[in-house]
């Protein structure tokens, strides 16, 4: 395929791509690459950092600034109510357990249901991610305007291939050609 030879120079990380939905091994694309299994893509904590950074700069509304005290509030009674009642100390499953519900943040969101219909959760908040921030993860502009109803900007997102990277293939497919 034309376009896996150019692949080899140019990393989505570096162009500002904050996440890559392919993988590039020996010059051509691979599969799937999502939030998850992109821990073994080079740069993934940076790349995480930076998709963190690009959602906390948009404009947050104050309601969630209160959902998120009511969680934390409901997170801390749950763990109390487990150490009380619980003998930890002699019971080292309950510990286990214990540990596991805290340091994954178990209490942020479910992970039994996976969002359907292209629809994913924010990372940090309580709710989905806006269209607004899909398109900025994939490196749109905050200027750039979608049409269509929340359905078709989405899938107008999701379908796309992020500008960055376009603009980035198209150069060293240019600078090939000029050879």
């Known amino acids: 395929m034309l376009v896996s030879r150019f692949l080899n120079a140019i990393d989505p990380f570096n162009l500002g791509v904050l996440l890559s939905r392919f993988q590039i091994k020996n010059g ?15 740069d993934y904590e940076k790349s995480k950092v930076q998709v963190l950074d690009a959602l906390n700069t948009l404009s947050v509304h104050p309601i969630w600034q209160s959902n998120q005290e009511s969680v934390t509030k409901i997170k801390g009674t749950f763990v109390f109510i487990l150490e009380n009642d619980l003998h930890l100390d002699e019971n080292a499953f309950y510990k286990k357990l ?3 519900l805290i340091d994954n943040d178990f209490f942020n969101r ?9 629809t994913n959760s924010h990372p940090e908040l309580h709710r989905s991610i806006t269209p607004r921030e899909a398109a900025r993860i994939q490196s749109f502009s905050d200027n750039y305007i979608f049409y269509g109803n929340k359905t078709s900007v989405c899938k107008q997102i999701g379908n796309a291939v992020p500008p960055l990277l376009a603009l980035a293939l198209g150069k060293a497919i240019l600078k090939s050609l000029r050879k």
């Not at 479910?110 to 292209?118: A, F």
Request: aromatic fraction near 8%; glycine fraction near 8%.
């Open 28 to 42: 051509c694309i691979h599969g799937v690459c999502s939030y998850k299994s992109s821990k073994f893509v080079p």
């Open 98 to 100: 214990l540990n596991l």
């Open 110 to 118: 479910s992970h039994l249901i996976t969002p359907s219909n292209g």
